[in-house]
């Protein structure tokens, strides 16, 4: 009976270990909530003041000169924005951006509006003040004094040595602006060629945008380009031209004009059926042959002229893909494709990592190779695939290798199979399905589990068990004189002591993976927020996979973090969804999605150029703002 007493006693004592751990979490949850509050107090005080600024590039202009106007708000949030009236100026715009910048650890936002003027007249000119609601208050912001000089001297676009004929001196003088607009339109446009027009749904197709012209211009920019609905597409990265080389002449319908390519797309057809590509609508300035009225007319000069025009519309026919010798393992890759797939070794040891690499190589949509779903055998522990792309844009077709590298790590020895995995893909040259095998493996892995993995086993187990009766144990043992003392006695009073010390620890586990979980939550804004400090860095040196790569991680895993997402059932849907429910605004949701698309294709086809980074740096650093705002108002 005393060891009996002295048995119970100890189990008090561990309990009372219990509350009394559990009682300090409660006082340091106490203590996290104070800081919290206190560094949010200090963030709010010392937020930046509240602008709204009007700024002009140019204080003197000439007449026929354009010039831009910006208005811009910095730290508020905008309401209502309302411009002057632009008195004496044509206006165009405005073009509205916001910028979100980082500096020493603060958030600093701004929205801003840019206007294009055109003077109407010589002048002096004040632009009014424009009004803004910002965070519920009225804002004016400064004048601005603009000085219209008389026109300036048009600079004269490249002229090419023609070496058949030189197109202006096929065209007469013109002074009627219809006939100008007529002139033009024989004279310069955009054509659209498809590299074919009956495909596959799936099926890589090419579209060529030109320019044909026979005189000269000076800008050309693109008002409205297609949607491109019912398709993926991927822009082609063009040969730069060298500006001292004429342009290529190309004979259509009979008449020579000189080319110039300055679009390249490739479509991958999502649906079957007839498909219509929307036109291409461009704005140009070009110069026209008129008479010059100082001389009445007896010679003529060059005279720009605004003209917008659009291109032809694509009619595509898209065959749906066959059903027959369809293979149930088909995810939709279409084009053609070699596979290969390799494990590093075959025999290992517990604990030594294993590499199983899946490689697909050849032409067509790499975006829908995705990595597959394997079963491994529950001895294994299965990471992430990492994922490697080499594909290019340069050419007409999307070509090159997509690879992903499963990392397998056995916690037991034995003789494990290795799932086997099929890849099909659909030949668009044999119009069939073509089939490659990955076959099952078979793995040997010497030695044993390893002591942790075995306890927590063995506490699992025991969980699940049910408690043996105590009086069994003493019927069986305790009249038993030879018992006391012995090794038994002392393993079987040991044991359920030592058993829950283990049950203690892996309590606190809980109570740990728990704390894990909210510090995930707590710690997901500054962990993205230095994702973010280093993409900066890369945009800086021009890396622009790494900087895509390093954005794309930044929210995917704020989003895996603050919404308790596991990283394996990640997608924009299921994102989507927990936002919805946490009440975040749906243009916040539609902004994101074509964020993490632009990353996606910039990944897949880079984009070139600086500022497309630069907008979209600011734009994910704005989103993780956003959505961090909106969120704590939700949890609050």
């Known amino acids: 009976m005393k060891n009996c007493k002295t048995y119970f006693n100890k189990i008090l004592s561990a309990a009372t270990r219990q509350y009394m751990d559990f009682y300090f979490k409660i006082l340091t949850c106490f203590a996290q909530k104070a800081y919290i509050f206190l560094a949010l107090f200090l963030f709010v005080s010392t937020a930046n003041a509240q602008r709204f600024t009007a700024s002009s590039e140019l204080s003197q202009v000439p007449l026929n000169y354009t010039f831009d106007v910006t208005y811009a708000v910095e730290n508020g949030s905008l309401q209502k924005f309302t411009p002057p009236s632009f008195e004496g100026f044509d206006v165009g715009g405005p073009a509205q951006s916001t910028n979100v910048s980082i500096i020493n650890g603060r958030v600093s936002k701004s929205v801003s509006y840019t206007y294009t003027l055109k003077p109407k007249k010589q002048g002096d000119f004040v632009i009014g003040a424009a009004t803004a609601i910002v965070n519920g208050n009225e804002m004016k912001s400064n004048t601005i004094a603009i000085k219209v000089t008389a026109p300036a001297k048009q600079q004269q676009a490249q002229q090419y040595n023609d070496p058949f004929d030189p197109f202006r001196s096929r065209q007469r003088p013109q002074t009627n602006e219809e006939d100008i607009r007529k002139m033009v339109e024989k004279n310069i446009f955009v054509r659209v060629i498809p590299s074919k027009t009956s495909l596959y749904q799936g099926d890589q197709l090419s579209l060529s945008y030109k320019l044909y012209f026979r005189i000269q211009y000076q800008t050309l920019q693109a008002l409205k380009n297609p949607s491109y609905a019912g398709f993926l597409s991927e822009e082609f990265k063009l040969p730069e031209q060298n500006p001292n080389e004429e342009p290529p002449i190309e004979t259509y319908e009979g008449k020579k004009y000189y080319v110039q390519e300055f679009k390249r797309v490739s479509l ?154 099929e890849f099909a893909y659909f030949d668009v040259d044999k119009a069939d399905y073509v089939k490659f095998t990955l076959p099952e493996t078979s793995i040997e892995v010497s030695g044993k589990a390893k002591l942790s993995q075995n306890v927590v086993n063995f506490f699992k187990r025991e969980k699940e068990d049910k408690p043996k009766s105590i009086y069994g144990i003493k019927n069986q043992f305790v009249d038993n004189v030879t018992f006391v003392g012995s090794t038994t006695f002392w393993s079987l009073t040991t044991a359920p002591i030592l058993l829950l010390v283990i049950g203690f620890f892996f309590r606190k586990r809980e109570y740990s993976d728990g704390d894990l979980l909210l510090m995930r939550r707590k710690k997901a804004n500054k962990i993205a927020l230095r994702r973010m400090a280093t993409a900066k860095k890369l945009l800086q040196l021009n890396n622009e996979n790494a900087f895509y790569n390093e954005v794309i991680r930044a929210l995917w895993e704020y989003l895996s973090d603050k919404l308790l997402i596991p990283p394996s059932e990640l997608s924009k849907e299921n994102i989507a969804d927990k936002l919805q429910q946490r009440g975040v605004a749906e243009n916040k949701i539609e902004e994101l999605k074509t964020t993490l698309a632009t990353c996606e294709q910039a990944l897949f086809s880079p984009i070139g150029k600086e500022n497309a980074m630069k907008e979209t740096y600011s734009k994910a650093i704005e989103l993780i703002v956003d959505f961090e705002e909106q969120l704590k108002q939700k949890t609050a």
């Open 268 to 421: 991958f057809p999502t649906t079957s059926g007839r498909i219509r590509v929307d036109p291409i609508e461009l704005q140009g300035t070009v110069l026209v042959e008129v008479p010059d009225p100082d001389f009445g007319g007896f010679f003529s000069t060059l005279q720009p002229y605004d003209y917008a025009f659009k291109s032809n519309g694509i009619e595509l026919d898209i065959k749906p893909l066959p059903e027959k010798n369809k293979p149930a393992t088909f995810n939709g890759a279409v084009g053609k494709f070699a596979f290969s797939a390799e494990y590093d070794k075959t025999k290992c040891n517990v604990g030594e990592p294993v590499k199983l690499k899946l490689t697909y190589k050849g032409t067509g949509n790499f975006k829908l190779l995705t990595p597959p779903k394997l079963t491994f055998p529950e001895e294994f522990e299965v990471y992430e695939p990492k994922t490697k792309d080499d594909y290019s844009n340069n050419g007409s077709v999307v070509s090159g290798t997509k690879t992903f590298e499963y990392t397998l790590i056995p916690q037991d020895g034995g003789i494990y199979k290795l799932p086997k995995y």
